[in-house]
Nanobody
Framework: QVQLVESGGGLVQAGDSLRLSCAAS????????MGWFRQAPGKEREFVTS????????YYTDSVKGRFTISRDNAKNTVYLQMNSLKPEDTAVYYC??????????????????WGQGTQVTVSS
């Protein structure tokens, strides 16, 4: 059973940084793509970034390019989302997701099979 557990959210000011973590268990993830999504109140869940576990290839939505970085630690079975230069519009619940595929440019929530419980990120102006 795949389990994803996010952590690292919090309340920060605009311009600050945060690093989210997603601890993954229950599988060998070398054939998986991992993604981060976010959902603000009243809005649909939107794609942020994804990473192919096997080689670390990444894919970002335009609004976070240059500010957010996704990475993974094979030894810890953990995926990270480093968020810099945070803006109030980044405020949302952030979710980690996983799919057993080597195609990493997948941006629809429907394409992912496993989800974490989410972690709240609030950016004040």
């Amino acid at each position: 059973q795949v389990q994803l557990v996010e952590s690292g959210g919090g309340l920060v000011q605009a311009g600050d940084s945060l690093r989210l973590s997603c601890a993954a268990s229950g599988r060998t993830f070398s054939t998986y793509t991992m993604g981060w999504f976010r959902q603000a109140p009243g809005k649909e869940r939107e794609f942020v970034t994804s990473i192919r576990w096997s080689d670390g290839s990444t894919y970002y939505t335009d609004s976070v390019k240059g500010r957010f970085t996704i990475s993974r630690d094979n030894a810890k079975n953990t995926v990270y989302l480093q968020m810099n230069s945070l803006k109030p519009e980044d405020t949302a619940v952030y979710y980690c997701a996983a799919r057993a595929t080597l195609y990493m440019a997948i941006s629809s929530p429907r394409q992912y099979d496993y989800w974490g419980q989410g972690t709240q990120v609030t950016v004040s102006s």
